[in-house]
Structures are given as structure tokens and as C-alpha cells.
């Protein structure tokens, strides 16, 4: 099993372009999040999903967009790209079934916004 | 709002000894707590997870406590070894079984010293 699968792995902007960043996962996880971890602040939910069409919005989620067609892709969308987005971005996937479980992690994208 | 404080600074334990890492909370009543492994350059690991009903819970050199008067969990790693070295993180989760994410700590950067 691949796991949970990010791509790309590193990524350079301009100030006001845009992007997607893709997230896939081959574990036929229900719960779907994306999380983006800046030094010193912890990583902080930006959006998450419980299921495919159904999203919602986490702590910080200004400028971003998600959509959930399929259980298994989850991309974050970056409508226009500003310096403060510059950070480590991770998704993750986890189980639904009856009982709490852990997260998988992918092995996240930096994107450096200039 | 939510607060969830981990050591910031780095802990530094001798190869063979018990470390121990601290997870506290304010403004929050967690479901369930989880302790993930970081290491540079990756997505977190899940480790652990234990429940508000729960003491204690164990796998292999790794335990947890958690207390929900005092609000803390305690993670302890036994016969602790260099491999061991790495960023751990505690995170809390609601009532929702794990759908709408997670709220985690900064993380404590653990050094086993050989």
C-alpha cells in the first residue's frame, strides 16, 4: 500500500498565482484533512472531509479551497497565492469505522511563496 | 480559546533511561488524546491513543497516561534508545470519532544521548 500520497513534494509560487495541491490515498479512509505546520506555530487544520462531497472548514482556512469527489483524492486548492502561505502542507486520512483511530500522514509539500 | 502546551524546549535523556513528555490543555474536554513521532522532512507517525475513560495505555516501550482532572497526558519512552530521537506531538480530538481533525501541540524535540 502507497498510503497517503502528496504531491508535489516541493513547490515555488509567485505572489498571486494559483494551485493545487494533490492528495491521494489507497486506504478507503472516510475521514480526509489537510494541515500545513509553521516553525513555532504546531500544524493547524485548514480543511477537512468525512466523506466524499462533504467538506468543512478547519481553524485557518482564508484563501484556500477543497472539494471531495472521490474517497480517495482530496486537493487543496491555493486561489491566489500570498507570502503568508509559505509553509509545509500535509494531508491526512484516517478511518470511519466505529471507534477513534489515528491519522495517516503523507510526507507533506513545502511551498515557498515569493 | 484552545490551548495545548508541550515542553519547547528540546529534552535531552541519556540512552537507557525513561523520558518522559508532557501534554497539558486548557479550554478544551478531549475525547481522546493521540501521540504522533515526527522526524525531519516527514509527516507525523501515529504512535498512540488513549481515551477520556482511560488511565493508561501501553505498546511495547511506549506509555501513556492521561489524566483529565488535571488535564495532562503523560508519554513515556522506556530503555529509551538514539533512534528514538525525534519530535513528538500530541494531539486531541472531540467527541466526533476523529472526522473533523485534530488540535495539536508544537511538538517536543526528544534527544537520546548515546
Known amino acids: 500500500n502507497a498510503g497517503v500520497t502528496q504531491t508535489p513534494k516541493f513547490q515555488v509560487l509567485k505572489t498571486g498565482q494559483s494551485m493545487t495541491l494533490q492528495c491521494a490515498q489507497d486506504m478507503n479512509h472516510e475521514y480526509m484533512s489537510w494541515y500545513r505546520q509553521d516553525p513555532g506555530m504546531g500544524l493547524r487544520l485548514i480543511h477537512y472531509?468525512?466523506?466524499?462531497?462533504?467538506?468543512d472548514q478547519g481553524e485557518v482556512p482564508n484563501g484556500y479551497n477543497v472539494s471531495r469527489s472521490t474517497t480517495e483524492d482530496f486537493p487543496l486548492r491555493l486561489l491566489s497565492a500570498a507570502p503568508s502561505q509559505t509553509s509545509v502542507y500535509f494531508c491526512?486520512?484516517?478511518?470511519?469505522?466505529?471507534?477513534?483511530?489515528?491519522?495517516?500522514f503523507g510526507s507533506g509539500t513545502r511551498l515557498t511563496v515569493v | 480559546s484552545q490551548k495545548i502546551e508541550q515542553n519547547s524546549e528540546a529534552l535531552n535523556i541519556q540512552e537507557g533511561k525513561t523520558a518522559t513528555l508532557t501534554c497539558n490543555y486548557t479550554n478544551y474536554s478531549p475525547a481522546y488524546l493521540q501521540w504522533y513521532r515526527q522526524d525531519p522532512g516527514r509527516g507525523p507517525v501515529f504512535l498512540l491513543l488513549?481515551?477520556?475513560?482511560?488511565k493508561e495505555k501501553r505498546k511495547e516501550r511506549l506509555k501513556v497516561t492521561f489524566d483529565t482532572t488535571l488535564k495532562q497526558s503523560l508519554f513515556h519512552i522506556t530503555a529509551s534508545q538514539p533512534a528514538d530521537s525525534a519530535t513528538y506531538l500530541c494531539?486531541?480530538?472531540?467527541?466526533?470519532?476523529?472526522?473533523?481533525?485534530?488540535?495539536f501541540g508544537k511538538g517536543t524535540h526528544l534527544i537520546i544521548q548515546p
Open positions: 488513549i481515551r477520556e475513560n482511560e
Open positions: 494531539a486531541l480530538g472531540d467527541s466526533g470519532g476523529g472526522a473533523d481533525g485534530l488540535t
Open positions: 472531509s468525512v466523506g466524499a462531497g462533504i467538506t
Open positions: 491526512a486520512s484516517s478511518y470511519s469505522q466505529q471507534g477513534v483511530y489515528g491519522y495517516t
